[in-house]
């Protein structure tokens, strides 16, 4: 096992240079110079070129990039040019936004894709298995921000259940300790705070969930029907076991490697995909934080938000591969 991990580290090592190069590039191909953006249109040439030997911008690309380099090894992120601020001492805030914001998304896909996909498979043909695969059908078509509106639109304005943006309450703030404002609220043993915080997170997580709870569902379904047909199966149930044991022990222990697969793909898009999500909801997440720098050409930003997204999507990949030695422990052979 360990061995097997070990390899798959070393294997991220061409990934991660990969990374750093890709996130540099793209980054200057952005039209516009930041240098004149700071300073506004009404700068001299003189001031502009004098903040670029100061930025460092008009050195040539390998240069820069070899810079950009030996700072991520000694842990420099780069300092924002909008800021004025060490880009590690100002995202992290970001990015526990986007991390609890995701992570209740994907507990919503969870809990009810995967049993509506296996609930569809054991009842194969049924009103159930018709209406649940309509449901994800629809799920993955609608847009993100369609759904986002209509839930603030019904659920916030209309019915006033819950809050229609930001992560807190703006006239209740609370002390930051970790920044995930849910284990924050349970940590000062503040329980109000934790539903009004879990209320803030209902809204936008079921709009960036919708498309990844229906994408498991159909996942799931697929996969429970091919094992349900296994020999093995029939066995058990030859056997005298209750269908409900079959089902949830034996048939989905044995389909649950592609749904793996989906979940951890699907986590990684939702960390780097819910910039409409935290537009709609003002919520204050690293898609956010990506999208204001874009704006003002503060290219470090840019490059530390991208390599970090990038990053938590490898390492969820990673970790789906571990996960999968222990489903199945052929795998790791």
């Given at each position: 096992m360990y061995a097997y991990i070990m390899r798959r580290l070393l294997m991220l090592i061409p990934v991660l240079i990969g990374m750093t190069i890709v996130t540099f590039a793209i980054v200057h191909f952005i039209p516009g110079n930041p240098a004149q953006v700071i300073l506004g249109e009404t700068a001299t040439e003189a001031a502009v070129e004098e903040l670029e030997e100061r930025m460092g911008l008009n050195k040539p690309y390998a240069v820069q990039y070899g810079l950009y380099v030996k700072g991520l090894l000694q842990g420099d992120l780069g300092t924002s040019l909008k800021t004025k601020t060490e880009i590690a001492s100002e995202i992290w805030p970001f990015m526990a936004g986007t991390i609890e914001l995701s992570l209740f998304a994907m507990l919503f896909a969870v809990i009810i894709g995967v049993n509506a996909g296996i609930i569809s498979a054991w009842k194969q043909n049924s009103w159930f298995?018709?209406?649940?695969?309509?449901?994800?059908?629809?799920?993955?078509?609608?847009?993100?921000?369609?759904?986002?509106?209509?839930?603030?639109?019904i659920f916030a304005q209309e019915l006033g259940w819950f809050p229609a943006y930001g992560r807190q309450s703006s006239r209740d703030t609370m002390e930051a300790i970790t920044h995930l404002y849910v284990l924050d609220s349970i940590l000062h043993l503040d329980f109000g705070r934790t539903i009004t915080?879990?209320?803030h997170?209902?809204?936008?997580?079921?709009?960036?969930?919708?498309?990844?709870?229906?994408?498991?569902?159909?996942?799931?379904?697929?996969?429970?029907?091919?094992v349900m047909k296994s020999d093995y199966i029939r066995t058990v149930r030859a056997k005298g076991s209750g269908e409900f044991l079959v089902v949830y022990k034996h048939a989905l222990k044995n389909a649950v490697i592609p749904i793996l697969t989906v979940m951890g793909l699907q986590m990684g898009v939702l960390l780097g995909g819910a910039i409409l999500t935290e537009?709609?909801?003002?919520?204050?997440?690293?898609?956010?934080?990506?999208?204001?720098?874009?704006?003002?050409?503060?290219?470090?930003?840019?490059?530390?938000?991208?390599?970090?997204?990038?990053?938590?999507?490898?390492?969820i990949n990673l970790l789906v591969d571990v996960l999968y030695t222990y489903v199945d422990p052929r795998i790791k052979y």
């Open positions: 298995d018709f209406l649940a695969m309509i449901f994800a059908l629809v799920g993955v078509s609608v847009p993100i921000f369609w759904l986002a509106l209509m839930e603030q639109w915080t879990l209320k997170l209902v809204l936008p997580s079921i709009a960036l969930g919708t498309i990844p709870m229906a994408i498991i569902a159909r996942m799931t379904r697929s996969s429970m029907l091919e537009t709609i909801f003002s919520w204050p997440g690293i898609g956010r934080y990506i999208y204001d720098a874009i704006n003002y050409r503060d290219y470090p930003v840019i490059q530390s938000g991208i390599l970090i997204v990038a990053f938590m999507f490898v390492m």
